[in-house]
C-alpha cells in the first residue's frame, strides 16, 4: 500500500495532461496478495477474495461476466489465454475504503501472480502501468496511476506528470537517520470511516470542468506542495515535509466537498496538541489519516486516538516494490472449496 503525504489528485486526468501533476508517495509494509494456480484444461476459472468472501466461477475466460468481482475478472480477461483453465485468489491487509491504494496494490499484486505463473518477466514500472491501464481502459475507472506505481516501486517517489501525457519517476533517497524518524513520528489512523474513491473522483472531475471552479486552483497547490516535499526529503527537512502535508490536507479539501470528512476534521481537534499536523490519504472523504506526532508525544497520540475510538498503525517503509515467489500448489480439495463458494 501506498500513504500520498502530498499532491495526491494532481495524478489524474484531465489536469495531469493539461497541468502537469506532481506526487509524492510512499510505500508501506501493508500489503495485497495474488495467488495464481493454472489448472488442467477444462476446470475454468475460479476467482475468489477472501476479503470480500465472494467467488466467480465460469467455464473459460470467454464466459466470464457480470458485476460480482469485476475488478478481478478484467485482469484475467486481459492476462490468462482464452482456453486456459485457473485458480485466482486474493486478499489485503487493509479494510475496504482505506484511502492506502488498496484497489492499485491489487491490480499491482494480480498482474505480478499472473505473470509469475506463466513465466513472463515485467519490470515494475511495466507491472504498474499494465495494471493501471486495465483499471482505467478496460473497466474505466476514474482516478490516477500513483497508486500503481508506488505499490510496484516500493520507497519513497516523485512522480512527475508531464503536461500533454506521461509520467516520470524519481527515486527519493532519504538518510537512514531520516527514515527511523519518519516511521517513529508517523502515524496512520483509521476512524472506520471508508470512502468510495471512483464516487470521489468522478465529483472532482465534475467540479473541474465548472466555470471559476476551485478546483483547479487547489491542484496547483497541491502540485506544488509536492514539489516542496520533495525538495524537504532530499534535503532532510522535518520541517518542511509537516508544512507540506498540512497543505496537502488544506487543498485536498478545497478540491470538492465530497473529499473533506468531518470525521477526520475532529480527529485532527482533538490530537491538536499532540500532532505537528495530518493529513487525509488518497481521494479523501474518510480512510486513514496520516499524522505526524510531536517529538515525544507518540504514545500519547497512540493512546488518545485508541481513546476515540480509532485504529492506529505504525508507518514502515517497503523498499522493495511488488514481489512474487512460487509455493506449493493449492490442494485439489482447497480447489473445490474455491469453486463451490
Not at 281 to 287: D, L, N, Q
Not at 293 to 305: D, F, H, L, N, Y
Amino acid at each position: 500500500m501506498r500513504v500520498d503525504p502530498a499532491g495526491a489528485g494532481t495524478d489524474a486526468p484531465p489536469f495531469s495532461v493539461e497541468h502537469g501533476g506532481l506526487v509524492v508517495n510512499i510505500a508501506v509494509q501493508r500489503y495485497a496478495f495474488a495467488s495464481v494456480d493454472r489448472l488442467p484444461a477444462g476446470d475454468g476459472i475460479i476467482i475468489a477474495s477472501l476479503d470480500l468472501r465472494s467467488s466467480v466461477t465460469a467455464e473459460s475466460v470467454e464466459t466470464l461476466g457480470g458485476e460480482q468481482l469485476e475488478f478481478l475478472q478484467a485482469f484475467v480477461r486481459r492476462l490468462v489465454p482464452a482456453k486456459d483453465s485457473l485458480l485466482l485468489v486474493t486478499e489485503s491487509d487493509v479494510p475496504p475504503g482505506a484511502g492506502l491504494g488498496g484497489s492499485g496494490a491489487l491490480g499491482v499484486a494480480v498482474v505480478a501472480a499472473i505473470d509469475r505463473a506463466y513465466g513472463r518477466v515485467r519490470s515494475a514500472l511495466e507491472t504498474a502501468a499494465i495494471a493501471n491501464e486495465i483499471e482505467r481502459k478496460d473497466l474505466g475507472y476514474p482516478g490516477g496511476d500513483q497508486d500503481s506505481y508506488g505499490a510496484a516501486l516500493g520507497g519513497i517517489n516523485k512522480l512527475e506528470y508531464v503536461k500533454g501525457g506521461g509520467m516520470i519517476p524519481h527515486r527519493i533517497d532519504i538518510t537512514e537517520d531520516l527514515r527511523l524518524t519518519l516511521e517513529h513520528s508517523a502515524l496512520l489512523i483509521y476512524t472506520s470511516e471508508a470512502h468510495v474513491s471512483g464516487n470521489i473522483h468522478q465529483d472532482i472531475r465534475e467540479s473541474y470542468a465548472l466555470e471559476n471552479s476551485p478546483t483547479i486552483d487547489a491542484m496547483t497547490h497541491l502540485r506544488e506542495a509536492a514539489r516542496k516535499m520533495a525538495l524537504a526529503l532530499e534535503a532532510g527537512e522535518l520541517a518542511g515535509f509537516v508544512s507540506a502535508m498540512n497543505e496537502s490536507c488544506t487543498n485536498l479539501y478545497r478540491l470538492h466537498p465530497s473529499c473533506d470528512c468531518e470525521g477526520h476534521r475532529r480527529c485532527l481537534r482533538e490530537l491538536g496538541d499532540l500532532i505537528l499536523g495530518g493529513k487525509t490519504c488518497g481521494a479523501g472523504g474518510g480512510g486513514f489519516l496520516l499524522v505526524y506526532a510531536k517529538p515525544g508525544r507518540r504514545r500519547e497520540c497512540i493512546v488518545e486516538a485508541e481513546r476515540m475510538g480509532a485504529l492506529v498503525w505504525p508507518v514502515n517503509i517497503d523498499f522493495a516494490g511488488v514481489r512474487s515467489w512460487s509455493t506449493e500448489p493449492t490442494p485439489s480439495e482447497e480447489v473445490k472449496r474455491y469453486r463451490q463458494g
